[in-house]
């Protein structure tokens, strides 16, 4: 057998294991959402120092409070969440992407994107689907000296956190991953 049949096979046997691992088939409720999305601002604020005034400097931020990662091999990733500009929620939406690598398992953790400039915003708005390092750069905290977060530069115009309950990731990439609004 080829491996490319050995790939088709392996792809079309993991429907199944990400159908009985995946959560809930039916969408979140605008509730849920909100919910998570405060959530998931107050862990930030605990992660990260500094935080909470990239927050308040923000035009908007786009909150995906549960982003569930998952492959054998092919693997995939998906999360729902809200764009809230003063702190009120606008718009819902969600974040889909796939990679490719030696992965297995699965995973759990939050995103959130900071627009710092009106332009920015625009842009990701008026998009029907906007994904990461096409269409908008989003430049993620990384760790800086003696394990400190590094401040983000004020002049990039989209800032983005990785983190789960045990704090910030910062060796991910969320480049390719597609940001698509939903109705609730």
Known sequence: MGPRIRGLLLAAGMIPLLALFAPSVYADSKEKIDAGVSQALERLRGHAPGAGELLEQAVAVLVFPDVVKMGFGVGGEYG????????????????AGVSFGLEAGAEYKSEVLLFMTE???RKFRNSSS???GVDGAVVLAKEGAEGAVDTLNTRDAVRGYIFSNRGLIFNLSLDGAKITRIAR
């Not at 500009?85 to 819902?92: H, L, M, N, R, S």
């Open 80 to 95: 729902e969440g809200a764009l809230l500009v003063d702190g009120q929620t606008q718009a819902y939406y969600v974040i």
């Open 130 to 132: 906007w994904q990461v």
């Open 119 to 121: 332009e920015a915003l």
